[in-house]
Each structure stands twice: as structure tokens, then as C-alpha cells.
């Protein structure tokens, strides 16, 4: 038996009524997704094509043929755009606009742009070092370790010092619900010494309470926050810095797309109080100094590798020219300047480094210097190598100018995670290594190692040659991997520490308080006093 199923037919005030309901729940959707109301973000064209897909479904189920036709058109128009948009970005077309995302990329000469190492500010310790010691910090605290839990560590130079800065987090929603003041501080560790980390809950005598976290619920979040400060903006990068006299503050980075859907570039940072929620926005000339990076990490890398990919333009299937960053990164700082530093290999050969990049941190500027030698992976292996019997691993290394030789210092971790010795590998020339208990042995290592090499005819070049004469006040001595160094301070300059290597002169070890003695040693800004050539004038050996 045939039935007629009549068809729905809704009047106007019901298509209007359902419709209205629709748009209530994408708001309230949009309440928990935070899409950015920006033409250049994509997501939000996927959302308005899928709310009028459904609108056009719903219109179907009306009488008015002309609304359903007009709704239809709509549709197609949008993902027509969108489609448009998408092709159009694409760098087939657009190779030129990729390269130029990056301001500026400049050659320079390794010696005479990057001071010589300075031991004192060579972070020690990496990332998840400096976790594991602030967790160590807060576990000293139980009843607030129950109840919070450590931030995404930033590292930051605080009062010219590099800190790794974290704030107190809510370890969850109940947490949040019964803290709504906010969590109690923040934690420092600082990279240059593993027994400095503070847990911060006053600033100017003044208790802290930080409001506004990623781990806030409802308009205490901090992206919730800032979202309904300006729904348009696009934002990335939430680090937690801190201003010159210990406030706590976030900076986002507010960033548009040039080329579409794509090719992300910083424009400015909105700068959000941990505590009051107050917002500012700055344009990148107009940050304040303390901010220490503008440029986030990723679209900082992504933007050096157009650079160096599309160097002929997209149809260059011979790779000629081209140039990609290395796997690592690492946040560096040279003077006052913030940098990220980076290998670069050719595109196709992996295995070796044909120079590295440091991108300016703020200015979205980088320079490249030209030194062929071992990538970042094969010094780390380098380096394990040396302490394989100890089963100790490197850590990301940093590049330091150490006797105007390009080389690169690593941290080398137990099992545990914890710092146990320092090695320095060199750049062109990685089976040249040293390893030492402290930072100073590696370097003091480091230069006998270049002394007795190929390449010690350069290692003079680069500083001037000076001798001192006194009196050995105090002496100790150290021994690692055979290697000795003699630590000594003179009675004329108590707190000045003079490095001299056994391997110097026969008359090292047999030296002590007391006696008078002659060094030579090449002096070079930041650096530490590394003897090359010693005398004891108080006795004489055959």
C-alpha cells in the first residue's frame, strides 16, 4: 500500500526562531574555541561555512524558494573565496612574498661580532634541568605543592642575570575554585648556577597573587581574557616574563598573516598584568625593554627557512643554493640582545654544517655566519663519547666564541637529569673535545687541546698577549680525564682566578703558597685568565 509522507514545510517564524538558536549555540561554542574574528584566520571561514550549510539545511524545510536560493549563493560565495584564498597563497605562486617575510639577513665574521666567552653567563643548565629543580624547589613546600604545579618555563635576563622564569600554576579546577585570588608566586632557576632557585611570593613587600594563568577557568584564563580584550587579534606565544623590578607579566605575541591564510609575521605584543589582568598593546618599536622576545621561536625559524628554500624562486628542483636550519634550537644571549641560534646545512646534505643563523629575538633580523664544520647532533655525540664509560648525555649545545674559535659548550646530565660535568667541542673540528667538572676546567681543557692542534696557529690571533708576576697566595689542582688544572690566585690580585694547565709547564705541579711565578696568558674581553706559558722563579728544574 503507497502512502503520500507529506512533506515539513516550516513558516517563517520557525525558520527565524531556529536559526536564531543556532547562532546562539556557535557563541556559545565560540565561549570554549576562542576563534580569532579575523578575516586571515582560517578557522573561522570553516566555521561560518559549516554554520551556513546548516542555516541553508534548515531554509530547505521553509516555503520562501527565494531566501533558499539566496542562502545557496551565499554558500557558494564563501567557499569560493576560501578556496581562491587558499590557492592563491600558495607558495607556487608566492615564492617572493615568502622570502621576504624575514626583514633582513646579513653576513658577518664570526670574531668580530660575537664576544668571547664569558663563563659566568654560559647557561648550565637547560629546560628540563631547570623543571626538575623548581619542582624540587616546590616540593620543599608540601601543602602548596598539592595545590599548584610549575608554568612553561621562559628563559629571561633578570637585572643581568639569565633566569628561567615560571609561574605558580592551578593544578586544577577545584584548585582554581578554591584559589580564585590567584596562585602564590613564581619560581626562579637560574642557567649560569644550578644551587640559585627562589620561589618568589613577594615583590616590593607586597604578597602575589597571580589571577590570570593558562590554568584559570571561565574569564580568569588567561587566552579567554585577553581574547575578549580584542576578539580580532591573532595571538601567539603566551611567555611569562618579568619587568625590571620582579612584577609579573605576560607577553603575547600579536601576529598577522601576509600572504593569506599564511605567511605569519609579529606586529606588535599585548602585555597582560599575571595579577590585575590590566592589558597593553605595544608595536614592536614601542616594547619596553625588558621584554625580552617579540618574535616567537617558530615563526622565527619557519620564516628563515622560506628564506633559504625559495632562494630561486619555488621551481628549483636542483636544491641550488638552498638553505635549511638544523633540527635544534636554542635561545641565546649575546651583550643585552636576545637571539635564537641555529645550525644551517645545505638542503640534501644533513650530515654537515656550512655555517649557523642568530635571529634577533625582536627585530625578526638575522645573521649568518659562514663556518663549515659538524652539526649540533654530532657534537653532542662527540661529546657523550668522551664520558661513554659514565653513560652521561648532552644536552642542546650553546655556541660560544671560546679563543675566537666558534665552538660549542653542552651540559652533560646523569640518568637523573642532573648536571654532572661540561664539555666543549670545536665547530670545524669536532674530535677536538673537552670535558671538565666545572665550566672552567672544560674551557682550560679545551684551549690545551687547541694549543696541540691543527688549528692552535689561529687560537693566538685573536686577543692580546700579557704577563703577570706575583706571589702564589692560594693553590688547588684538579684532575679530570687525566687532564690537571691548577687554580691559582696571586697575592697582589686575591680575587682575580688565574687557569693554568699542568700540561703547561713541569713546574705546575710542583708549585705552592709562597712562591714567586711568571704567566703568560692571551687577554680577551669577558674571558677568563688561561695561562699558556708559566714559571715558578723560585726554583729552577734541569
Given at each position: 500500500?503507497?502512502?503520500?509522507?507529506?512533506?515539513?514545510?516550516?513558516?517563517?517564524?520557525?525558520?527565524?526562531?531556529?536559526?536564531?538558536?543556532?547562532?546562539?549555540?556557535?557563541?556559545?561554542?565560540?565561549?570554549?574555541?576562542?576563534?580569532?574574528?579575523?578575516?586571515?584566520?582560517?578557522?573561522?571561514?570553516?566555521?561560518?561555512?559549516?554554520?551556513?550549510?546548516?542555516?541553508?539545511?534548515?531554509?530547505?524545510?521553509?516555503?520562501?524558494?527565494?531566501?533558499?536560493?539566496?542562502?545557496?549563493?551565499?554558500?557558494?560565495?564563501?567557499?569560493?573565496?576560501?578556496?581562491?584564498?587558499?590557492?592563491?597563497s600558495?607558495?607556487?605562486?608566492?615564492?617572493?612574498a615568502?622570502?621576504?617575510?624575514?626583514?633582513?639577513?646579513?653576513?658577518?665574521?664570526?670574531?668580530?661580532?660575537?664576544?668571547?666567552?664569558?663563563?659566568?653567563?654560559?647557561?648550565?643548565?637547560?629546560?628540563?634541568?631547570?623543571?626538575?629543580?623548581?619542582?624540587?624547589?616546590?616540593?620543599?613546600?608540601?601543602?602548596?605543592?598539592?595545590?599548584?604545579?610549575?608554568?612553561?618555563?621562559?628563559?629571561?635576563?633578570?637585572?643581568?642575570?639569565?633566569?628561567?622564569?615560571?609561574?605558580?600554576?592551578?593544578?586544577?579546577?577545584?584548585?582554581?575554585?578554591?584559589?580564585?585570588?590567584?596562585?602564590?608566586?613564581?619560581?626562579?632557576?637560574?642557567?649560569?648556577?644550578?644551587?640559585?632557585?627562589?620561589?618568589?611570593?613577594?615583590?616590593?613587600?607586597?604578597?602575589?597573587?597571580?589571577?590570570?594563568?593558562?590554568?584559570?577557568?571561565?574569564?580568569?584564563?588567561l587566552k579567554?581574557?585577553?581574547?575578549?580584550?580584542?576578539p580580532?587579534?591573532?595571538y601567539?606565544?603566551?611567555?611569562?616574563?618579568?619587568?625590571?623590578?620582579?612584577?609579573?607579566?605576560?607577553?603575547?605575541?600579536?601576529?598577522?598573516?601576509?600572504?593569506?591564510?599564511?605567511?605569519?609575521?609579529?606586529?606588535?605584543?599585548?602585555?597582560?598584568?599575571?595579577?590585575?589582568?590590566?592589558?597593553?598593546?605595544?608595536?614592536?618599536?614601542?616594547?619596553?625593554k625588558?621584554?625580552?622576545?617579540?618574535?616567537?621561536?617558530?615563526?622565527?625559524?619557519?620564516?628563515?627557512?622560506?628564506?633559504g628554500?625559495?632562494?630561486?624562486?619555488?621551481?628549483?628542483?636542483s636544491?641550488?643554493?638552498?638553505?635549511?636550519?638544523?633540527?635544534?634550537?636554542?635561545?641565546?644571549?649575546?651583550?643585552?640582545?636576545?637571539?635564537?641560534?641555529?645550525?644551517?646545512?645545505?638542503?640534501?646534505?644533513?650530515?654537515?654544517?656550512?655555517?649557523?643563523?642568530?635571529?634577533?629575538?625582536?627585530t625578526?633580523?638575522?645573521?649568518?655566519y659562514?663556518?663549515a664544520?659538524?652539526?649540533?647532533?654530532?657534537?653532542?655525540?662527540?661529546?657523550?663519547?668522551?664520558?661513554?664509560?659514565?653513560?652521561?648525555?648532552?644536552?642542546?649545545?650553546?655556541?660560544?666564541?671560546?679563543?675566537?674559535?666558534?665552538?660549542?659548550?653542552?651540559?652533560?646530565?646523569?640518568?637523573?637529569?642532573l648536571?654532572?660535568?661540561?664539555?666543549?667541542?670545536?665547530?670545524?673540528?669536532?674530535?677536538?673535545?673537552?670535558t671538565?667538572?666545572?665550566?672552567?676546567?672544560?674551557?682550560?681543557?679545551?684551549?690545551?687541546?687547541?694549543?696541540?692542534?691543527?688549528?692552535?696557529?689561529?687560537?693566538?690571533?685573536?686577543?692580546?698577549?700579557?704577563?703577570?708576576?706575583?706571589?702564589?697566595?692560594?693553590?688547588?689542582?684538579?684532575?679530570?680525564?687525566?687532564?690537571?688544572?691548577?687554580?691559582?690566585?696571586?697575592?697582589?690580585?686575591?680575587?682575580?682566578?688565574?687557569?693554568?694547565?699542568?700540561?703547561?709547564?713541569?713546574?705546575?705541579?710542583?708549585?705552592?703558597?709562597?712562591?714567586?711565578?711568571?704567566?703568560?696568558?692571551?687577554?680577551?674581553?669577558?674571558?677568563?685568565?688561561?695561562?699558556?706559558?708559566?714559571?715558578?722563579?723560585?726554583?729552577?728544574?734541569?
Open positions: 500500500m503507497n502512502r503520500n509522507i507529506p512533506k515539513v514545510k516550516m513558516g517563517k517564524k520557525s525558520v527565524i526562531i531556529t536559526i536564531m538558536v543556532l547562532l546562539l549555540i556557535l557563541i556559545a561554542a565560540n565561549y570554549i574555541i576562542l576563534f580569532p574574528l579575523n578575516i586571515q584566520n582560517p578557522s573561522l571561514w570553516i566555521y561560518i561555512i559549516i554554520g551556513l550549510a546548516v542555516i541553508n539545511v534548515i531554509l530547505r524545510l521553509s516555503k520562501n524558494k527565494k531566501i533558499q536560493s539566496l542562502a545557496s549563493k551565499l554558500l557558494m560565495l564563501v567557499i569560493t573565496i576560501f578556496i581562491i584564498t587558499i590557492i592563491s600558495l607558495p607556487v605562486f608566492r615564492s617572493k615568502y622570502r621576504s617575510l624575514i626583514n633582513n639577513v646579513e653576513y658577518k665574521e664570526f670574531n668580530s661580532s660575537v664576544s668571547p666567552i664569558d663563563l659566568k653567563k654560559v647557561p648550565i643548565i637547560d629546560d628540563e634541568l631547570a623543571k626538575l629543580l623548581a619542582d624540587k624547589k616546590l616540593g620543599e613546600i608540601p601543602a602548596l605543592g598539592s595545590e599548584v604545579v610549575i608554568g612553561n618555563m621562559t628563559i629571561q635576563s633578570v637585572k643581568g642575570e639569565l633566569y628561567y622564569v615560571a609561574p605558580l600554576e592551578h593544578s586544577g579546577f577545584f584548585q582554581w575554585s578554591r584559589n580564585k585570588q590567584g596562585t602564590q608566586g613564581y619560581i626562579m632557576v637560574n642557567a649560569t648556577k644550578t644551587n640559585d632557585v627562589q620561589l618568589v611570593t613577594k615583590v616590593n613587600g607586597k604578597d602575589l597573587n597571580l589571577k590570570y594563568l593558562n590554568s584559570s577557568y571561565l574569564n580568569d584564563n579567554r581574557h585577553l581574547y575578549f580584550k580584542n580580532t587579534g591573532l601567539t606565544d603566551y611567555s611569562f616574563e618579568l619587568d625590571d623590578e620582579g612584577n609579573p607579566y605576560w607577553v603575547v605575541t600579536e601576529y598577522s598573516r601576509a600572504i593569506g591564510f599564511s605567511g605569519e609575521k609579529a606586529k606588535g605584543v599585548y602585555i597582560v598584568d599575571a595579577q590585575t589582568g590590566g592589558t597593553t598593546r605595544y608595536s614592536i618599536e614601542d616594547t619596553p625588558w621584554v625580552d622576545r617579540i618574535q616567537p621561536i617558530d615563526i622565527s625559524v619557519n620564516n628563515f627557512n622560506y628564506w628554500k625559495y632562494v630561486h624562486g619555488f621551481f628549483n628542483f636544491n641550488r643554493d638552498k638553505l635549511k636550519t638544523t633540527d635544534g634550537v636554542k635561545t641565546v644571549y649575546y651583550g643585552d640582545e636576545c637571539y635564537y641560534y641555529t645550525g644551517i646545512t645545505s638542503v640534501g646534505k644533513d650530515e654537515s654544517l656550512v655555517g649557523f643563523a642568530l635571529m634577533n629575538s625582536k625578526n633580523e638575522a645573521t649568518i659562514n663556518v664544520g659538524s652539526t649540533e647532533k654530532a657534537a653532542m655525540s662527540s661529546a657523550e663519547g668522551k664520558v661513554q664509560n659514565l653513560g652521561y648525555t648532552a644536552t642542546f649545545p650553546v655556541l660560544v666564541n671560546i679563543q675566537g674559535q666558534p665552538s660549542y659548550f653542552m651540559t652533560l646530565k646523569d640518568k637523573g637529569g648536571a654532572k660535568m661540561y664539555a666543549i667541542v670545536n665547530v670545524e673540528h669536532y674530535n677536538i673535545v673537552s671538565g667538572e666545572t665550566p672552567e676546567e672544560a674551557v682550560a681543557g679545551y684551549i690545551k687541546s687547541l694549543q696541540n692542534s691543527s688549528v692552535s696557529g689561529d687560537v693566538d690571533n685573536t686577543g692580546i698577549s700579557k704577563t703577570i708576576e706575583g706571589t702564589v697566595q692560594r693553590i688547588g689542582m684538579s684532575i679530570n680525564n687525566d687532564e690537571s688544572t691548577c687554580y691559582i690566585t696571586l697575592s697582589e690580585n686575591p680575587k682575580e682566578l688565574i687557569l693554568v694547565p699542568t700540561s703547561v709547564s713541569k713546574k705546575v705541579p710542583l708549585t705552592k703558597e709562597g712562591d714567586k711565578v711568571k704567566i703568560n696568558y692571551i687577554e680577551r674581553p669577558n674571558s677568563d685568565i688561561i695561562a699558556n706559558e708559566f714559571d715558578n722563579m723560585s726554583f729552577e728544574l734541569k
